[in-house]
């Protein structure tokens, strides 16, 4: 496997006076998609926001690109390339489509419309809606377009935080289809999930976060048939 | 795709027309008619007012920040043009220096006075902004608020009485009757000064708006998470739009202060903060035409078309129920009415637009509605392609 992109060193985070993630390490290779699975509560939230920077943490190191993003701003860390699909999708509702979009690409000074065309093409429904307002899209669309704001930042790595949080089977289904899609096309994917059993058909790599700390890791497809996850997370 | 571009561009182009008649048409009025007429007083104080609405509405409207301190800022906007536009002569006399020996010996033109109160208040507001920012909703109204009223009390202040002269009136400054034409001594007609004036700061709020930053503002409105998430620095652009509505809310302080020849710290009251709130949300928060259009309807009813409500000379089945303030019920009965029915303002979060107005007189009239249409499909076809 090639160079780690990004690389998670001994990473602990506090809210108050409660430890979310006790120290846990991990890789995400280049070119590849990566997915924390674990509990509610277990810190995988806590984990993506330190990463981008919404959140500072305790100790530890992040570092992407072999640069060392420990505790920069989420502005110097977006503009680095890793940028953040937020939990409950959080679109702009009063704001357009297309004006979501020109949003994601807030910190770029250069020339948007090639991007622009390039998501509408991965979103053809968007591209139907782009005069809507954000609100009034349904809750797939919402996280299309959640997908599509983070991407016209130009990330080398997007991270998901629940994509497929309520939303009908079918649609999750569309949703990672995506993802794969995007992958293909040389964007690295961190996704945390609670659909366990998607994320992990998915995914390259995987890691179970259980409280605070990494239990197990492999790949995706070995961990579908390890007897600790099925038992904990695939319900069978 | 190419049609609809024509039809923007004749709309602008006929916005611009509109524009353009409407300051031509002022100018006419004020050249013909007595310029004492109330149509004067209330056409300058609306502008004046609907400047600082729309500043307040870059703040409330469009970037979520609830902030009553408006009155503060006008209050200093206010004070500083006053002093500093007033003539070192009459600062020197008695006239209204009459406890104080003045300490500000700078006597500036009329421009520079106004952008100077701009200015300070922006000065003013990016330092409370540090402290008061950090504070969401109705916190930061609170805040903002005990601020503007801190201000209050600090321009009355015996202290602050060799610049501001206490709770004395500020007076014989340079106020709209002073107004030359450059170059000549013919008097510049004062309303078309405080629409131009009004017109030029809200034009460039308006162009603040519809720039990256506004859409940054938008966004920090609808998520802060997200924005954030973003890239957006949040307290960086609630900052700016702080300081740039402050500045705005100076300049029409300043304004203000010509208008009424005479400016005292204690006009400058949270009421005055609520008037200009209840003006934002009657026009419809997140609507800069609505703001406009809301300042005008309030300022004409509250000053000149409830006035025959005060009037005691007559009688409603014998009763005097007529007397002065009156028309004071009558106008929060209005309020309230507009309150309850259109609860997002007479624009919603909408502008106007001449689309708008031509479906809503289609509507109305419903003329040839069903030729239009058709002209719309086909158009719509057209603009698919």
């Known amino acids: ?236 | 795709m190419k049609l609809m571009n024509a039809r923007k561009k004749k709309d602008a182009l006929f916005s611009l027309i509109a524009i353009a008649v409407m300051l031509v048409g002022l100018l006419i009025m004020e050249l013909t008619m007595k310029s004492t007429s109330i149509l004067f007083t209330v056409l300058k104080k609306s502008m004046i007012y609907a400047l600082v609405a729309v500043s307040m509405n870059l703040l409330n409207g469009f970037t979520g920040l609830f902030s009553l301190g408006q009155a503060g800022f006008m209050l200093i906007g206010a004070y500083t043009y006053a002093i500093f536009s007033m003539p070192t002569a009459v600062k020197l006399g008695d006239s209204v220096y009459k406890y104080y020996d003045c300490t500000v010996n700078l006597e500036l033109g009329i421009i520079p006075a106004m952008l100077l109160a701009g200015i300070f208040a922006a000065v003013f507001a990016a330092l409370i902004g540090l402290p008061v920012l950090r504070l969401k909703s109705d916190y930061l109204a609170i805040a903002t608020l005990g601020f503007a009223e801190i201000l209050r009390a600090l321009f009355q202040w015996d202290a602050m009485g060799p610049v501001t002269n206490g709770a004395n009136v500020l007076r014989l400054y340079k106020d709209l009757t002073k107004l030359k034409i450059p170059f000549t001594n013919t008097p510049f007609p004062p309303t078309l000064f405080c629409f131009l004036v009004s017109g030029l700061c809200i034009a460039v709020i308006v162009l603040l708006i519809n720039s990256s930053y506004g859409r940054a503002f938008k966004a920090i409105r609808d998520d802060e998470i997200a924005a954030e998430a973003m890239g957006i620095n949040l307290f960086k652009h609630k900052e700016m739009s702080f300081v740039i509505s402050s500045f705005f809310a100076g300049i029409s302080g300043a304004l203000l202060a010509m208008f009424q020849y005479t400016v005292q710290a204690a006009q400058f009251k949270t009421a005055m903060t609520y008037e200009i709130l209840l003006i934002v949300v009657i026009g419809g928060i997140g609507s800069i035409t609505g703001s406009c259009i809301a300042s005008f309807l309030f300022i004409a009813c509250n000053e000149w078309w409830l006035r025959f409500l005060d009037e005691s000379s007559s009688n409603i089945f014998g009763l005097n129920i007529m007397r002065s303030g009156f028309r004071k019920v009558v106008f929060s009965v209005i309020i309230m009415i507009i309150v309850l029915f259109f609860s997002k303002g007479i624009m919603g979060d909408r502008e106007f637009s001449w689309e708008r107005l031509r479906a809503f007189s289609r509507k109305l009239f419903g003329t040839d509605a069903r030729k239009r249409k058709n002209e719309e499909i086909s158009e719509e076809v057209n603009g698919d392609v």
Not at chain 1, 67 to 74: C, L, N, Q
């Open chain 1, 1 to 236: 496997m090639s160079e780690p992109i990004l690389s998670i060193k001994d990473l602990k985070v506090n809210y108050g006076g409660i430890e979310a993630v006790k120290g846990i390490s991990f890789d995400v290779d280049e070119g590849s998609i990566v997915t924390l699975i674990g509990a509610n509560g277990a810190g995988k939230s806590s984990t993506l926001r330190t990463i981008s920077g919404l959140v500072k943490p305790a100790s530890g190191s992040i570092v992407f690109c072999g640069d060392d993003i420990t505790g920069r701003d989420t502005g110097e860390i977006v503009r680095k390339g890793i940028t953040l699909v937020p939990e409950g999708r959080r679109i702009f509702p009063n704001l357009t489509v297309q004006e979501n979009l020109r949003v994601g690409a807030y910190l770029r000074g250069d020339d948007i419309s090639e991007d622009v065309q390039w998501v509408y093409d991965l979103f053809p429904r968007l591209k139907e809606r782009s005069w809507q307002a954000g609100g009034t899209l349904s809750g797939g669309e919402q996280q299309m377009l959640a997908v599509a704001r983070a991407l016209m930042s130009k990330p080398k790595l997007i991270m998901m935080d629940e994509p497929s949080l309520g939303l009908a089977p079918l649609v999750v289904r569309g949703i990672f289809d995506i993802i794969r899609e995007i992958n293909a096309q040389g964007v690295t994917v961190l996704l945390i999930e609670q659909n366990a059993n998607m994320a992990l058909k998915t995914a390259d790599y995987a890691y179970v976060l259980e409280t605070g700390r990494i239990g197990l890791s492999g790949a995706g497809h070995e961990l579908l048939t390890n007897d600790e996850v099925k038992k904990a997370y695939l319900g069978s």
